[in-house]
């Protein structure tokens, strides 16, 4: 798991989204690791709008996963209003926000490696 802003062009960097990384298995005792670390993101950036999960390393979608994407997505609207939008996930990831109701709290879920 790593954070911080993506390399970019001067002048341009202002408009890229940070960005929080989540890979391997996550478990329910990693959670609130995760969400110190978005907090920890937002406060370094306070004028963040949005937040780049990139969840493409991650090795199992499941209730673990969902539950940490539910809870970081309350740290992002708590933190402002900061939309939290998924890269790379896979398609049962957003199967599974569907499935149990989630899908509204990351409002672009990316099914696709983009």
Excluded: Y
């Amino acid at each position: 798991m790593s954070s911080g802003s993506p390399a970019g062009l001067p002048g341009v960097d202002a408009l890229t989204p940070n960005a929080l990384v989540v890979t391997g298995r996550i478990t329910r005792a990693q959670v609130p690791g995760l969400c110190a670390e978005l907090e920890a993101l937002l406060a370094g950036a306070p004028d963040t709008m949005v937040v780049d999960c990139d969840v493409g390393g991650v090795t199992h979608a499941d209730l673990a996963l969902v539950e940490a994407i539910a809870r970081l997505g309350l740290v992002a609207r708590r933190a402002g209003d900061v939309q939290l939008r998924l890269r790379h996930a896979p398609a049962e990831l957003g199967a599974l926000l569907d499935f149990v109701g989630l899908t509204d709290v990351v409002r672009n879920v990316r099914q696709a490696r983009d």
